[in-house]
């Protein structure tokens, strides 16, 4: 935890001075390496890892509909807060059709 809180504030330090770095740092799955790793040692079942897993490759991609109002901001003339709540509500659709995607899946 105290890595990843420590990851986290130094992107969000870096931000100001260097955005392109800060957002490759962020973008690094080092959250979904790090649980996976402790979901193995904690549980040391590996079918349960390789769920969370899977879970995790379909749920990368869709988390990106966060960014989707950003992408359009300029074109839909959305200021950040819209962007924002717009993102978010997003996830909420994204959560739907990851759960549905999951349970496809097995």
Aim: proline content about 4%; glycine content about 6%.
């Amino acid at each position: 935890m105290l890595l990843a809180a420590s990851v986290i504030g130094y992107a969000s330090w870096l931000s100001d001075k260097k955005p392109v770095l800060a957002g490759f740092i962020v973008a690094l799955p080092l959250v979904s390496i790090l649980a996976l790793l402790f979901s193995y040692i904690e549980h040391k079942d590996s079918q349960v890892s390789i769920t969370f897993a899977k879970s995790i490759i379909f749920g990368v991609p869709i988390s990106y509909l966060f960014f989707l109002p950003f992408l359009l901001a300029d074109r839909l003339h959305l200021v950040f807060w819209q962007s924002y709540v717009s993102g978010l509500l997003l996830l909420v659709v994204g959560y739907f059709l990851h759960r549905t995607i999951m349970i496809a899946i097995g």
